[in-house]
Structure formats: structure tokens, C-alpha cells
Nanobody, 115 residues
Framework: QVQLVESGGGLVQPGGSLRLSCAAS????????MGWYRQAPGHPRELVAA???????NYADSVKGRFTISRDNAKNTLYLQMNSLKPEDTAVYYC?????????WGQGTQVTVSS
């Protein structure tokens, strides 16, 4: 059974930090690269960070140097450490499998950056 459960979002002031988590079913996590996507109101969903099964990472230019993606293969859990947050980072964040996401999406976790 497919499971993607995101958590860790919230309201934070500009310049603040948050750490997102994604609990994934083992069949997905062990077999695929994983990534964090986000969708802001009125915008398409975009991939912001990705990590291969062996730990190689890639980031969108908009978050490079501020966000760090990591994975714990023993716990089937994906993380996104977000620092120096900006109002334009406000979005619902989802985890899925890049570059071709599954049809199934979790509920996401809302990140709001505002003073």
C-alpha cells in the first residue's frame, strides 16, 4: 500500500527555519529517488529538492544554499531542512518520487512564511 505522510509545516517569520518530514512506505522509499515538491496558490507544483537512493542531491535555484534534503533509509523517512525562509517559500509541501511522481499524493504540509 502506498503511503506518503508529510509533517512539520507551520507558520514562521522570514529568516526562520523549519524541518519537514515525510514517512513513506518501504516499497517506495527503497526503490526510488525521493523529492520535495511545493505548490503555492495559483502556481503549478514544482520540484524543489531531490535525493537519490545513494544520497546525491539536487536543488532548485530558488532554494539552493538554504534548503537541505536528506533521507534515513532505515526509517523510510525523508527530510527537508529549510533555513533563511522567505515569504515566497509559502506553499504546501509534498514528498514524491522525482522525476516522475506517483499518481498518489499525500495531504502535504502547509508552510507559511510571514511576519
Amino acid at each position: 500500500q502506498v503511503q506518503l505522510v508529510e509533517s512539520g509545516g507551520g507558520l514562521v517569520q522570514p529568516g526562520g527555519s523549519l524541518r519537514l518530514s515525510c514517512a513513506a512506505s518501504g516499497s517506495i522509499f527503497s526503490g526510488y529517488a525521493m523529492g520535495w515538491y511545493r505548490q503555492a496558490p495559483g502556481h503549478p507544483r514544482e520540484l524543489v529538492a531531490a535525493i537519490t537512493r545513494d544520497g546525491r542531491t539536487n536543488y532548485a535555484d530558488s532554494v539552493k544554499g538554504r534548503f537541505t534534503i536528506s533521507r534515513d533509509n532505515a526509517k523510510n523517512t525523508l527530510y527537508l531542512q529549510m533555513n533563511s525562509l522567505k515569504p515566497e517559500d509559502t506553499a504546501v509541501y509534498y514528498c514524491n518520487t522525482p522525476p516522475h511522481p506517483l499518481d498518489y499524493w499525500g495531504q502535504g504540509t502547509q508552510v507559511t512564511v510571514s511576519s
